[in-house]
């Protein structure tokens, strides 16, 4: 009896150790890959350094200045990439997922002048020769987790210094240091348009569903002030946002099912040799369809899709 006993405790013991063991798991990791080129005659750079940041793992560019980087963790992330030469850049926050490679391409600029010890840190704010003070760059990352914002590029401005929402329910206006809702412009790579919400009403931009899709979005500057000549038009604000591109190396779609839309996104090269990708995204509301069902009032359809083509 003694015996049995004896063995009835080591049994009782090494259950929450197995059970303590199952629960330690690799975390997953994906592949990012890309080109690093001189930004002003576009030739690919040999031997540049590519990190990723706050990890150990880096890489140098090849001949035809490409890196492929393994075992990236999954979640946002961010490279700094550098080459003899050249002005050290760091890249907006990007997701990384095990599902297909991230492509994060990288144009560096040369250095006109030595500098000592450079320290590198990433910050929102980013001065230019043009805006020193006035230009907030917003990342995906930022995009993705700004809290009630629901993916919304107007509703993540809201939280910025000097800018404010009108206080009406399901309304996406934006008034910049007191000015109204009509003097921001907005900027989708470098092409004006003329509102950035569906069911914009006359003398405000500001509707109830954003009409650009943050998927397809690598970068977002807002100028409260002090506007770029290109962007000379602005009264209270400017908006430029960036479109990523497409990835060279195989077809990848999302399909998305949203609390009022349903979308799909398309990523994939159009040439064989991977120099030609399209990025894409078409969007449809269904609320509509479920209001009729139930027979009560309903609004209208809404769609919207933009896609981008690079060669």
Same mark, same amino acid.
């Given at each position: 009896?003694?015996?049995?006993?004896?063995?009835?405790?080591?049994?009782?013991?090494?259950?929450?150790?197995?059970?303590?063991?199952?629960?330690?798991?690799?975390?997953?990791?994906?592949?990012?890959?890309?080109?690093?080129?001189?930004?002003?005659?576009?030739?690919?750079?040999?031997?540049? !350094?590519?990190?990723?940041?706050?990890?150990?793992?880096?890489?140098?560019?090849?001949?035809?200045?490409?890196?492929?980087?393994?075992?990236?963790?999954?979640?946002?992330?961010?490279?700094?990439?550098?080459?003899?030469?050249?002005?050290?850049?760091?890249?907006?926050?990007?997701?990384?997922?095990?599902?297909?490679?991230? !492509?994060?391409?990288?144009?560096?600029?040369?250095?006109?002048?030595?500098?000592?010890?450079?320290?590198?840190?990433?910050?929102?704010?980013?001065?230019?020769?043009?805006?020193?003070?006035?230009?907030?760059?917003?990342?995906?990352?930022?995009?993705?987790?700004?809290?009630?914002?629901?993916?919304?590029?107007?509703?993540?401005?809201?939280?910025?210094?000097?800018?404010?929402?009108?206080?009406?329910?399901?309304?996406?206006?934006?008034?910049?240091?007191?000015?109204?809702?009509?003097?921001?412009?907005?900027?989708?790579?470098?092409?004006?348009?003329?509102?950035?919400?569906?069911?914009?009403?006359?003398?405000?931009?500001?509707?109830?569903?954003?009409?650009?899709?943050?998927?397809?979005?690598?970068?977002?500057?807002?100028?409260?002030?002090?506007?770029?000549?290109?962007?000379?038009?602005?009264?209270?604000?400017?908006?430029?946002?960036?479109?990523?591109?497409?990835?060279?190396?195989?077809?990848?779609?999302?399909?998305?099912?949203?609390?009022?839309?349903?979308?799909?996104?398309?990523?994939?090269?159009?040439?064989?040799?991977?120099?030609? #990708?399209? #990025?894409?995204?078409?969007?449809?509301?269904?609320?509509?369809?479920?209001?009729?069902?139930?027979?009560?009032?309903?609004?209208?359809?809404?769609?919207?899709?933009?896609?981008?083509?690079? #060669?």
């Amino acid at each position: 009896m003694m015996g049995l006993w004896k063995y009835y405790w080591m049994l009782l013991l090494a259950v929450p150790i197995a059970g303590y063991s199952q629960a330690v798991r690799p975390v997953s990791s994906g592949i990012v890959r890309g080109e690093v080129q001189d930004k002003n005659s576009g030739l690919p750079l040999t031997g540049a !350094l590519v990190l990723v940041v706050n990890d150990t793992l880096r890489q140098q560019t090849g001949t035809d200045g490409r890196y492929e980087i393994k075992g990236v963790p999954t979640g946002y992330n961010t490279l700094y990439v550098d080459a003899e030469g050249y002005s050290g850049v760091l890249t907006e926050s990007f997701l990384v997922t095990t599902s297909a490679p991230t !492509l994060v391409n990288v144009e560096l600029e040369k250095r006109m002048v030595t500098v000592g010890e450079v320290v590198v840190s990433a910050s929102p704010f980013r001065p230019t020769t043009e805006s020193p003070v006035s230009m907030r760059r917003i990342g995906t990352e930022e995009i993705d987790l700004t809290p009630g914002a629901n993916r919304d590029i107007s509703k993540v401005v809201q939280s910025a210094p000097g800018v404010l929402s009108v206080p009406t329910a399901n309304r996406n206006d934006v008034l910049v240091r007191g000015g109204g809702a009509n003097e921001n412009r907005y900027y989708l790579d470098g092409i004006e348009i003329p509102v950035l919400n569906h069911f914009a009403v006359q003398g405000g931009s500001g509707g109830n569903a954003s009409l650009v899709n943050p998927e397809l979005l690598k970068s977002v500057n807002f100028y409260t002030g002090a506007f770029p000549a290109q962007f000379s038009n602005g009264l209270s604000s400017v908006m430029d946002m960036q479109m990523r591109s497409g990835n060279p190396d195989r077809f990848h779609g999302k399909l998305i099912l949203g609390a009022s839309d349903v979308g799909l996104n398309v990523d994939t090269p159009i040439s064989s040799n991977g120099k030609t #990708t399209l #990025t894409g995204s078409f969007r449809r509301s269904y609320l509509q369809m479920l209001f009729k069902v139930l027979k009560l009032p309903f609004l209208p359809t809404y769609n919207d899709y933009q896609f981008k083509i690079n #060669t």
